[in-house]
């Protein structure tokens, strides 16, 4: 059974770091698209960042320069490092694996509070 483990959110005061882990099982991890997403109360699920198989990056505007994405191949595990964060970044955290159009698994997310 394929599984995504969120690890490492948390309260943080605005200006601090979290790095959050998720560690994939049960999938070829490195063939696939990892991604992290977030949903604020109220609001729909947005992508904040994704890392391809040959580990190219792309970022929402709103994270560039702030957030990090980058993979272990070996541990199977994708990491999102989070700097400089602000009230506006809290929100549940999703780590998201995708293969074509065929295989899409989410974890089970990690809240992150920023506070002001």
């Known amino acids: 059974q394929v599984q995504l483990v969120e690890s490492g959110g948390g309260l943080v005061q605005a200006g601090g770091s979290l790095r959050l882990s998720c560690a994939a099982s049960?999938?070829?991890?490195?063939?696939?698209?990892m991604g992290w997403y977030r949903q604020a109360p109220g609001k729909q699920r947005e992508l904040v960042a994704q890392?391809?198989?040959?580990?190219?990056?792309n970022y929402a505007d709103s994270v560039k320069g702030r957030f990090t994405t980058f993979r272990d191949n070996a541990k199977n595990t994708v990491y999102l490092q989070m700097n400089s964060l602000k009230p506006d970044d809290t929100a549940v955290y999703y780590c998201?694996?995708?293969?074509?159009?065929?295989?899409?698994?989410w974890g089970q997310g990690t809240q992150v509070t920023v506070s002001s």
């Open positions: 049960e999938i070829t991890f490195s063939i696939y698209t």
């Open positions: 890392i391809t198989s040959g580990g190219s990056t």
């Open positions: 998201n694996a995708a293969f074509k159009s065929f295989y899409d698994y």
